[in-house]
């Protein structure tokens, strides 16, 4: 599989955005810990960050798909498929922890 587009900032910045937002919810974990038996509060700051960085990605793989799906179909998908493992990860994540 040749992924030449990952090389575009369009294509790399939501894989380092997602990136970002896993490595702050276990940073998070690591110095907090995960409560147990508690009722959910506000993590204020972290969960801020957290969904900037979710959000801040959704216009930037609309502007990758729009430009490169009608030029290259089959590596944007791949590319496409690549950032949507990456939100998956994050929020995935959360989901468990959650739990």
Not at 60 to 87: D, N, T
Request: one cysteine or more; a positive charge; glycine letters at 6%.
């Amino acid at each position: 599989m040749h992924l030449s587009l990952l090389k575009k900032p369009s294509g790399f910045v939501p894989l380092m955005m997602s990136a970002a937002a896993l490595a702050g919810i276990l940073a998070y974990v690591a110095v907090v810990g995960i409560p147990e038996n508690e009722p959910p509060h506000d993590e204020r700051a972290p969960a801020r960050i957290f969904q900037l960085f979710m959000a801040a990605q959704l216009p930037v793989i609309a502007c990758f798909a729009a430009k490169w799906l009608p030029r290259a179909p089959r590596q944007a998908i791949s590319v496409l498929l690549l950032q949507a493992a990456g939100i998956v990860a994050a929020v995935g994540t959360i989901a468990a922890l959650e739990r």
